[in-house]
């Protein structure tokens, strides 16, 4: 079941606010617990609260504090961006998105209108954050003065765009439509194959909720309501401003509309009452009193006297500064306006196919996972269960910023290792808060003789004396792992100072493959623009057999379980299906077997296909001219390279011309984990690094 929902739309003032609150309604009456958030408001000066906010807030009773259900203002989002702090707002965004997600069953996200902005920045901002909080995308357009050719380009436009970017748009509404232009829109659209998997309604023009009424006009304008109050539900479809002579003025009013006028003319007030009495008149809706003036008493009096009283506000404004605002003035449903919010439920419902899209949104799961979604899941499943990460290189400015990160967010305990007066002089220095943080320099451990000990009893038989021992446990790498063989931690991060080698060879002394497993190998979790595929073997085995490329088929689709990816096994040659021939292609159709023979000892579910071309795996179209009844082809999510050579070069490709974010290598086949680090990586890459050490570990204690 889905959990969520994005409402944007193709531009300011097309009715999204009406359709929010129809698919609210839907949702209430299908999902037990149902939230609504906004990633972006507007900016308010004068501390009011969001009216979508407070409308949703209140008309559905929701219980959630208002400051829980946006992450932050427009001002505040364009200072980050301008700042260059895109990644920092997008971080911000999704940690108040899973605040509200984890105590309800959905939460429906609608989309801003950035005042002033223009129309590509807005749908960039709101396609980038649709990705990230992976919703399906529910499109609001508007056909007000276009013809049905512009309507239709509008709408192609911004569809093709928003697909273009990745996201999943499951219908498309617009609004404001001519009924009788309703069906050719629906017609033509449809023909496009755009559309063939989206549901596509249209909403009538409707001047009740397109207009604002009198007590939307008295509060913009701060106004003292005279008289009427009981009529401020009256909707205002034109203003007059009456400056003129009596019998010019009487030609310029409609049915609806408000006469703003100074407060001294008494002739016009007087003239609006008797229009109001008039069966020849068409009826207005109300007065707006210009420059702080109000009638005398004896014009009150003849206004008491009337049967029908209509709203009569007075404002401090002059008349054309007042007739300005009104003209800008967008119309809202306001959360204490009860007969607006009824209207728009009731076209809503009348207009749009409810059990036909409640279907569509309640079983329409996005499969979009982007590089900021994916690295934000990695923080919370390893701060759901805390693990001990040991940093062997203490000394490095780039680990001690990460451990900060790290510590700040309350994702693992850290050990650092290395010279204590270095490190605690090099946090000085670096102005970071985390003095109270672990750090054990390894020939002053208590555990140093112990760990002697116990490395000359595993490795004795190999030569190596017990001072061989005491030489080699000074190493932090080896002192490191030794503490994740003992007990004392739970994984290890090292790299950014030392070479793979130096990293991983006390691994494969100390704590050894597991059993089955005859070889270590390794991962890259390639985050792409919409989803995250595994890489393997791309850092460690030059040219595996058949046997040892099955076996890191096994543990890759393991690995891929663990972070939580559906595992479809690609085992990649230069040749799909039974077309090819070789020593290489032969190698690794021998290296399918095996591993499906070893999925069955092991009773385990798995997807596999191989040998099989890199297009045909992950391309649908290439796949289907090549393999159309695989379970794998042009869906699959764990790519096994047939030897070092490729698949190295592949992810550096993948890497560098996509933009692709590349997390690893993650070692696999290890009896506890430990983690190489590349010697130029950043802190974001330690962090990242250090939380899939720490579920690494989760998943070895079966906490997964």
Same mark, same amino acid.
């Given at each position: 079941?889905?959990?969520?929902? @994005? ?12 359709? $929010? ?20 408001? #507007? ?70 209108? @950035? ?130 002579? #009596? ?30 009495? $008039? ?18 008493? $004896? ?224 991962? @890259? ?180």
């Amino acid at each position: 079941m889905s959990k969520n929902l @994005f409402v944007t739309s193709t531009e300011p003032r097309s009715g999204k606010s009406l359709v $929010s609150l129809g698919l609210m309604e839907l949702l209430i009456r299908n999902i037990n617990r149902v939230a609504f958030f906004r990633p972006l408001i #507007l900016s308010n000066t004068k501390g009011k609260k969001n009216n979508d906010i407070d409308l949703f807030a209140t008309h559905f009773n929701l219980n959630i504090p208002y400051e829980k259900m946006y992450a932050y203002t427009t001002t505040e989002a364009n200072s980050m961006i301008a700042a260059g702090r895109n990644e920092e707002l997008l971080e911000g965004i999704l940690n108040k998105y899973n605040e509200i997600e984890k105590d309800h069953d959905f939460v429906l996200c609608e989309g801003t209108e @950035f005042e002033g902005s223009s129309a590509s920045f807005e749908f960039d901002i709101n396609s980038e954050i649709s990705n990230n909080l992976g919703c399906p995308v529910l499109l609001v357009g508007k056909a007000d003065n276009k013809n049905i050719d512009e309507t239709i380009r509008s709408i192609n436009m911004y569809n093709e765009s928003f697909i273009e970017e990745g996201c999943n748009v499951i219908a498309t509404i617009i609004n404001r439509v001519s009924p009788e232009h309703s069906d050719r829109i629906i017609t033509s659209l449809k023909k496009d194959k755009m559309y063939k998997n989206q549901l596509v309604y249209t909403i009538p023009d409707n001047k009740t909720l397109g207009n604002p009424t009198m007590g939307e006009i008295a509060r913009l304008l701060n106004a003292k309501v005279l008289y009427g109050e009981e009529q401020l539900g009256n909707n205002v479809y034109s203003y007059a401003i009456a400056a003129m002579q #009596l019998r010019h003025f009487l030609d310029r009013v409609h049915y609806g509309t408000l006469i703003i006028t100074p407060g001294d003319r008494a002739d016009i007030i007087v003239a609006c009452m008797s229009i109001i009495s $008039s069966t020849a008149m068409p009826y207005i809706s109300g007065i707006v009193l210009t420059g702080g003036l109000e009638p005398e008493n $004896s014009v009150r009096k003849l206004i008491e006297g009337y049967d029908q009283i209509i709203p009569v506000l007075s404002v401090k404004e002059d008349t054309f500064p007042a007739a300005k605002k009104i003209s800008d003035m967008h119309s809202v449903i306001a959360p204490d306006d009860i007969r607006k919010i009824n209207h728009a439920l009731g076209v809503f419902e009348k207009n749009i196919d409810i059990d036909e899209l409640s279907e569509k949104i309640i079983k329409t799961q996005t499969e979009i996972i982007t590089p900021k979604m994916f690295e934000h899941r990695l923080i919370q499943k390893a701060k759901a269960h805390k693990q001990h990460i040991i940093l062997p290189e203490g000394e490095d400015q780039r680990i001690l910023q990460a451990t900060e990160a790290l510590l700040r967010r309350d994702v693992v305990d850290i050990t650092l290792l290395g010279n204590k007066r270095k490190i605690k002089d090099k946090i000085t220095q670096l102005g970071l808060n985390i003095e109270n943080t672990n750090i054990i320099d390894p020939q002053n451990s208590e555990y140093f003789d112990d760990y002697v000990k116990t490395y000359f009893e595993l490795r004795g038989r190999k030569g190596i004396t017990i001072d061989n021992a005491g030489d080699i446990m000074a190493d932090v790498n080896f002192f490191a792992t030794m503490m994740i063989y003992k007990g004392h931690a739970d994984g290890m991060v090292s790299g950014a100072r030392h070479t793979t080698g130096n990293t991983i060879r006390p691994a494969f002394q100390i704590i050894k493959t597991k059993p089955g497993c005859s070889i270590v190998s390794s991962v @890259f979790l390639m985050c792409l623009k919409d989803r995250v595929l595994v890489y393997g073997d791309c850092a460690i085995n030059p040219n595996p057999d058949s046997r040892q490329l099955a076996e890191i088929a096994i543990a890759s689709a393991i690995t891929a379980e663990i972070f939580g990816i559906d595992p479809k096994v690609a085992m990649l040659s230069y040749s799909t299906g039974e077309s090819g021939k070789g020593e290489d292609v032969d190698n690794v159709r021998s290296a399918v077997a095996i591993a499906r023979d070893i999925a069955e000892e092991k009773h385990m579910k798995l997807i596999l296909e191989g040998p099989i071309q890199y297009d045909a795996a992950v391309d649908s179209k290439v796949a289907e001219a090549k393999m159309p009844d695989s379970k794998v082809a042009g869906n699959a999510t764990v790519l096994i390279f047939p030897d070092l050579n490729t698949g190295n070069n592949t992810y550096k490709a993948v890497q560098r011309s996509s933009g692709a974010v590349a997390i690893g290598p993650v070692l696999q086949g290890l009896n506890k984990p430990v983690n190489d680090l590349s010697r130029g990586c950043l802190v974001t890459d330690i962090v990242n690094t250090v939380a899939i050490t720490a579920i690494q570990a989760q998943a070895e204690k079966g906490l997964l």
